[in-house]
């Protein structure tokens, strides 16, 4: 039953799905959460924590979904029904492409939103409207008419509803042309102009007063501001809800979890090193998380910002760096444009999956398909905007102790990060790395077994991946209790 090349096409070379799954990992994930997240965690040793779940969860989990989709060569849903069919395993591993297909869903709700929060700082930042900042000589004045702005975007439903919808349309516009044309021109040009543009913004910050501080803050390990963040009266309890949010975030950062790499892979030609292209993957999103880490905390603790401000973050910190800047309002519309470009090659990569299974069907068309998850996701985003303001106050599982402040967003962000990515992840883990046959895995690697790079990845997919995100949520079970 497998086949040669996939009904939706296949990518022109190597480099084109290297570039495509990049396109999809660098995204709004390492430039807008990643640093707030950091923060929230602490600093340096949740940055830790995270690279560590980054090399032994997210490279061998994300080697297992490309060579899962490269064999099936369909979406997700009918990856996963071909590939047990084709190898005599139980019905059970379809739930993968079911449960990632949903949870897509549910990501590229919010996702959309805050695309669109993106796309409004373009035009923010692109008419001028920081550009008097560097006038003014106090900087917490400096500070409130910067967030202000932000404040003000998030009590606009209306502002904040088109801004999505505008972002949803452009995300559809690709899909519908089926993914292979449209992103390779894209994410050609704007990978390398995303480096360049952060590299200068590191000069920025650079030159910041407290650029030592801010590297501190991201590199110096405190696991006490990780794991035990309730303290009372200096005695602290293990609370290990840190250490689930770096595993949540090396899901969402690197796509992996729900499919979305895996129906990349599904358009990859027969000869390509698997290894080679998620390594490659890896490392790019890696580094502009770093990067983005390095730009924004000198500039946060220059200012006098509080840096533990959630989802506001890279939007009440760097506008004040364009203010400073020569050029800076050129400069600025020219980075959102960028991170806006980023979201969309991610935001393609989460609507591929449900789009490419309803093709399959054979009951709709690309346009068709696209309308109905399309709508589908743009509805469900209206909860997240309803977060920012009229719902804000709507904290539903209030009574829990870890759920207190958690609004609809926060829930709907916990649920797909924390829970059905990493769920995902160690079922993509354990059916690969135990239930595949060896023989499979070495063809679809195009590797010899004992070569040593197959023996460190089965050997982590198949006992430290599982039993790694197995603990994580054991202990944050701990905490639900
Ligand atoms: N990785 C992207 C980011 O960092 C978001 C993303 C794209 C994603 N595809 C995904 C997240 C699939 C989870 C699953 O912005």
């Not at 993914?179 to 995303?194: D, F, H, R, T």
């Not at 803050?217 to 035990?228: D, Q």
């Not at 796509?255 to 990349?264: L, T, V």
């Not at 200012?303 to 760097?318: A, D, I, R, W």
Request: aromatic share 14%; with cysteine.
């Amino acid at each position: 039953m497998t086949r040669e090349t996939s009904v939706h096409g296949e990518w022109s070379s190597r480099w084109v799905f290297i570039l495509a799954a990049a396109g999809s990992a660098v995204g709004l994930g390492n430039i807008w959460k990643f640093p707030y997240i950091t923060a929230e965690y602490g600093g340096g040793a949740f940055v830790f924590i995270y690279l560590i779940c980054v090399l032994m969860i997210g490279l061998p989990i994300m080697m297992a979904e490309i060579l899962v989709g490269k064999r099936g060569k369909h979406s997700p849903i009918n990856t996963l029904k071909i590939v047990t069919a084709e190898t005599k395993q139980s019905k059970f591993w379809q739930i993968i492409g079911w449960m990632g297909t949903f949870c897509g869903f549910l990501i590229l709700s919010y996702y959309s939103v805050i695309g669109g929060w993106t796309m409004a700082y373009v035009v923010k930042v692109g008419s001028g409207m920081f550009s008097h900042i560097d006038m003014l000589h106090d900087k917490a004045m400096i500070v409130s008419q910067v967030s202000g702005v932000f404040n003000q975007l998030m009590a606009n439903p209306q502002e904040l509803i088109l801004w999505h919808t505008i972002f949803m349309m452009l995300t559809m516009t690709v899909i519908v042309g089926g993914v292979q044309g449209g992103l390779e021109k894209a994410i050609l040009y704007m990978m390398p102009s995303l480096f360049i543009v952060l590299f200068i913004l590191v000069g920025y910050a650079m030159s910041t007063e407290k650029f030592a501080e801010g590297i501190a803050f991201m590199f110096k390990i405190n696991f006490s501001a990780l794991l035990f963040s309730d303290c009372v009266d200096g005695y602290c309890k293990f609370n290990g809800q840190g250490i689930l949010a770096a595993m949540g975030q090396t899901f969402f950062s690197l796509s992996i979890g729900m499919g979305a790499i895996m129906a990349y892979g599904a358009y990859l030609p027969k000869h390509v090193s698997i290894t080679q292209a998620a390594t490659i993957v890896v490392l790019s999103d890696t580094l502009v998380a770093i990067l983005a880490g390095i730009i924004i905390f000198p500039i946060a603790f220059s200012n006098g910002l509080e840096v533990n401000q959630g989802p506001s973050l890279v939007f009440n910190t760097l506008p004040i760096a364009f203010g400073h800047m020569p050029y800076g309002t050129l400069f600025g519309a020219l980075f959102f444009i960028l991170l806006v470009l980023a979201a969309w090659t991610s935001s393609i990569s989460i609507l591929e999956p449900p789009v490419a299974w309803m093709v399959e069907t054979g009951r709709f068309t690309r346009f068709s398909a696209t309308l109905v998850c399309g709508i589908l996701s743009w509805a469900l985003g209206l909860l997240t905007i309803f977060s920012f303001n009229i719902l804000s106050d709507f904290k539903p599982l209030s009574q829990f102790a870890m759920f207190k402040e958690a609004t609809l967003f926060d829930l709907i962000d916990f649920l797909t990060s924390n829970i059905l990515l990493p769920l995902g992840g160690i079922l993509i883990a354990v059916f690969v790395a135990w239930f595949l046959p060896k023989a499979l895995l070495l063809e679809e690697l195009q590797m010899k077994a004992n070569h040593w790079v197959y023996r460190a990845w089965y050997f982590t997919l198949r006992y430290i991946t599982p039993v790694g995100v197995g603990l994580i949520f054991l202990k944050s079970i701990g905490i639900l209790a």
